[in-house]
């Protein structure tokens, strides 16, 4: 079966990606149904061709969409759009919708809310290095036991988020109160001994190590939205990765 060929428009003057302009078309057709699981991909150099854009263009923005769980890569069999049923939904959900979802009674106590700069955030971010950033710190709980120390910078669009927003609902539902929705995440994760801080604040004893995550997410257009330091207990937290074969 011949890939189906999309049409895709590139406005080359838009502040936008160019890769996430043609990722943005790309999963419109997946979801209007244009293009049904199982059906072929165009390939990267075809697509490229077609629609005079880089190789690397392309090959970042069917990355982004294998990385939404949209396209399956098998080697031998080329670029497929994957089963619906390993469709993550193309919207980031945060730790607190998570567990709300979950019924386990989330709750937030604010350690820290500053404007603070911070140069390592602020490149994260895409801000020149002296940009005053909101800076939060808060114990996310679970059923009343802490579960994560989550501490995130906010560019200033978002600066008037306030402990009462946090206190009451997730980091993420505050944005996208402001018509702010993250879509897409790179994140790391690590394990590492807590510091004597998050020993307290974690009610943790002995050896036991944290989860770590760095996070930086983006909106619909690319622009990176927070930036997130994060630490779990080990023994509480588990993180679920979706791997697809190369």
């Known amino acids: 079966m011949s890939p189906q060929l999309i049409a895709v428009s590139i406005d080359r003057d838009s502040p936008i990606p160019l890769y996430h302009q043609l990722a943005r078309q790309l999963t419109a057709a997946i979801s209007d149904g244009q293009l049904q699981p199982g059906d072929p991909f ?39 759009v994957a089963n619906r049923k390993v469709h993550r939904k193309f919207e980031l959900s945060s730790l607190y919708d998570e567990l709300e979802r979950e019924d386990r009674r989330p709750g937030t106590l604010v350690l820290e809310r500053e404007t603070v700069v911070n140069e390592r955030a602020a490149s994260a971010l895409d801000l020149p290095a002296t940009t005053p950033l909101l800076s939060i710190v808060r114990v996310r709980t679970a059923e009343g036991s802490p579960l994560a120390i989550l501490h995130n910078w906010l560019p200033p669009a978002h600066a008037d988020i306030t402990r009462e927003d946090l206190e009451q609902t997730g980091l993420y539902a505050a944005l996208r109160a402001r018509g702010c929705r993250p879509v897409v995440a790179r994140q790391s994760i690590g394990a590492r001994k807590p510091t004597p801080t998050e020993r307290k604040h974690l009610r943790i004893h002995g050896t036991q190590p944290v989860l770590t995550m760095t996070r930086m997410a983006f909106d619909s257009e690319g622009k990176a939205i927070e ?20």
């Open 42 to 80: 165009e390939n990267e150099v075809a697509l490229g061709t077609r629609l005079q854009v880089s190789r690397p263009t392309v090959r970042r923005a069917i990355q982004e969409m294998v990385d939404q769980g949209l396209l399956i890569r098998r080697r031998g069999l080329g670029t497929r």
């Open 227 to 246: 930036f997130g330091d994060h630490c779990y207990r080990s023994e509480d937290y588990t993180i679920d990765l979706m791997v697809d074969e190369r």
